[in-house]
């Protein structure tokens, strides 16, 4: 399960990020006559890109490669299951809002295909069960060792 949803959302910014680059290697801009590939801050968003990708998908893998194991798969690391769950899906929103930045106004518009991948992604970080502020939640508590079904309590 943990794969399929990380490997979905991964896939979205993935291809976010191959049509924002790809977009700006052709496009050019008045009054400049290179294309928007060869502006730093395009330069820098496409790098940031590239990090959190390869970051989303080494965090799939490990977590992953450790349920692959049988002492573990009867007794999955919570802690591991959700800590994946929420960084996966947050860079997956972060990627995708990056190619939005680097496409500018046109990411917008209907006809391009980012502007259903950015709605799309964004389900990312209100997909359950651990999503959000109760995936924290849930982190936190077993940070503090607390059991993670503990209600809060407000003093």
Known sequence: MLQKFSDHYVGIAQ???D???NWARERTQAPFDRP???YPGNQFLAAEMEVGLRAARAMVVQTASA????P???NPSLMDLIACHQFVMETAVS???KAMRLVGGAALFRSSPLEQMYRDVRAA???QPFAGYDGRGWLGKLAFG???DLMPRWV
Do not use: N
Request: charged share 15%; no cysteine.
């Open 72 to 74: 573990v798969r009867a």
């Open 95 to 97: 990627v995708v809002d």
């Open 125 to 127: 970080i209100i997909h």
């Open 15 to 17: 291809a976010a990020r």
């Open 67 to 70: 349920l692959s194991e049988l």
């Open 146 to 148: 607390l059991p993670p």
């Open 36 to 38: 928007m590939s060869y």
């Open 19 to 21: 049509y924002a680059i």
